[in-house]
């Protein structure tokens, strides 16, 4: 199981960013797949789930609004578009298969003016 996140940067507070997790190793389109963030001294935290069909997602109320998590079976890869960020969004991200314990290395999201 490989996952590859990317499209992290340094974006001031209200800018937008679209992470990109691409897959390999395990039928894709068969899991639901989620994205998770970690801050510096904090637990990881779920922030949104989307079923094998594309069905979603599940979103706590800190993104609610502002994050949408979507994917491309065909190109096995899950999104996470993240509008009106806020300095409180800084974290690394990382997505993962719901049911396979494997992560990758994570992409850095910072949010300063």
């Known amino acids: 199981v490989q996952l590859v996140e990317s499209g992290g940067g340094l974006v001031q507070p209200g800018g937008s960013l679209r992470l990109s997790c691409a897959a390999s190793?395990?039928?894709?389109?068969?899991?639901?797949m989620s994205w998770f963030r970690q801050a510096p001294g904090k637990e990881r935290e779920l922030v949104a789930t989307?079923?094998?069909?594309?069905?979603?997602?599940n979103y706590p109320d800190s993104v609610k609004g502002r994050f949408t998590i979507s994917r491309d079976n065909a190109k096995n890869t899950v999104y996470l578009q993240m509008n009106n960020l806020k300095p409180e969004d800084t974290a690394v991200y990382y997505c993962?298969?719901?049911?396979?314990?494997?992560w990758g290395q994570g992409t850095q999201v910072t949010v300063s003016s």
């Open positions: 993962k298969a719901v049911s396979i314990n494997s």
């Open positions: 190793g395990f039928t894709f389109s068969k899991y639901h």
């Open positions: 989307i079923l094998s069909t594309g069905v979603g997602g």
